[in-house]
């Protein structure tokens, strides 16, 4: 009680110049400028979740005064806690207030991530500041050493963007090499969630959107956990192995258009318009954000491929029904590649 009454005695906003002489890193700064760093991103960040960019501005502003308070310097866990307390006894809004509190959230693995627009936003820039300022200076983790708790700060950015359903390009905010850096972490988190590695490494693409790729991540899973999918992904490596067998023989790469009056079975000319439906489907679904949806369109072709495979010689004698086929083999591989890169799943 008695930090308490004396920490009132002193507005927050006269707190601020305390900032400029802690350091935030030898090579980084005063808190004071790890704040003014916060501020652009967050005010950017403020625009993707309709934030009121002033409230955002204003929680940035104030969101490290308290740890220049009696209490943080006697109780170092309170910070950002009793930030909030003393943001609303001195009339700022609520959720000016509630962001001081939750921009460190979550505090842990399983702890409670921020769900309102301008705790997000400032949640997300202090961790994007650290992230992208500690990997400048070449400050990575290394092995089981992390000392700036990077690791932690990553998983946090994964869970309040997927928690939230929070759709952001995170080139705009990051840096290369952070974005690899939080990719191999969501890798990471969505294992804890029973999603194998390669079905993610699988998803990750060229994609900066960690909710998209987890949402694609689960289709996947889900898609392979079931027999359809087994013998789907069983059909896709027999396909692969025989393009990359003639391929390396004949010194191309077969992924022209089959040709339909090259097309002799009915078995075939069935998986060409199979394919060929499937790819329009696949492009629907993805433009549209469902998975599910992209998984059942591959999920329909399995009996036209094993139909195929139990019926057709790819290597036939006649040379132009050899390299349709061929080229129809490629089809396979460029479609299932439309949902995720098989050739990632180690089985």
């Known amino acids: 009680k008695f930090f308490y ?20 890193h030898a090579k980084l700064g005063t808190l004071h400028d790890k704040v003014q760093r916060m501020s652009a991103i967050a005010q950017k960040l403020a625009s993707e979740f309709s934030a009121d960019p002033r409230l955002a501005a204003r929680a940035v502003e104030l969101c490290k005064a308290d740890l220049v308070t009696g209490m943080v310097g006697e109780f170092p866990e309170l910070q950002g806690i009793i930030g909030r307390y003393y943001a609303l006894v001195q009339g700022e809004d609520s959720s000016v207030a509630s962001a001081i509190e939750q ?28 992230l992208n300022e500690f990997f400048r200076i070449d400050e990575k983790p290394t092995g089981s050493k992390d000392p700036y708790a990077l690791r932690r700060a990553a998983l946090g950015i994964i869970r309040i963007l997927i928690e939230n359903d929070i759709q952001l390009s995170l080139l705009q905010f990051v840096r290369p090499d952070v ?17 194998a590695h390669d079905r993610v490494k699988a998803c990750l693409t060229d994609s900066d959107n960690v909710t998209l790729i987890a949402a694609r ?3 996947l899973h889900d898609l392979l956990s079931g027999q359809i999918g087994v013998a789907l992904l069983a059909t896709y490596v027999r396909a692969a192995n025989i393009l990359k067998a003639e391929e390396k023989k004949d010194g191309i790469a077969y992924h022209a258009p089959v040709r339909s009056d090259q097309l002799v079975e009915a078995v075939e000319k069935d998986l060409a318009a199979a394919l060929a439906a499937a ?40 040379a132009a029904v050899r390299t349709n086929r061929l080229n129809l083999l490629g089809q396979i591989r460029n479609v299932c590649h439309k949902f995720a890169d098989f050739s990632q799943i180690e089985g």
Do not use: C
């Not at 009454?5 to 935030?24: H, S």
């Not at 991530?113 to 994007?128: C, E, G, N, Q, R």
């Not at 690899?180 to 999603?195: C, H, M, P, S, W």
């Open 103 to 130: 921009h460190y959230w979550p505090i842990g693995a399983n702890a409670q991530t921020p769900a309102m627009p301008v705790s997000i936003a400032l949640a997300l820039a202090d961790k994007f500041d650290t």
């Open 179 to 195: 974005l690899e850096f939080i990719k191999d972490r969501l890798q990471v988190a969505l294992r804890e969630r029973g999603i």
């Open 217 to 219: 991540a689960q289709a």
């Open 5 to 24: 009454d004396q920490d009132l005695k002193t507005k927050l906003d006269d707190r601020l110049p305390k900032l400029k002489d802690i350091q935030f």
């Open 279 to 318: 790819g329009l489907q696949l492009d629907t679904a993805l433009a549209a954000q469902d998975y599910g949806k992209a998984a059942a369109a591959l999920a329909a072709l399995q009996p036209y491929l094993a139909a195929f495979f139990d019926k057709v010689m790819v290597n036939a004698e006649d």
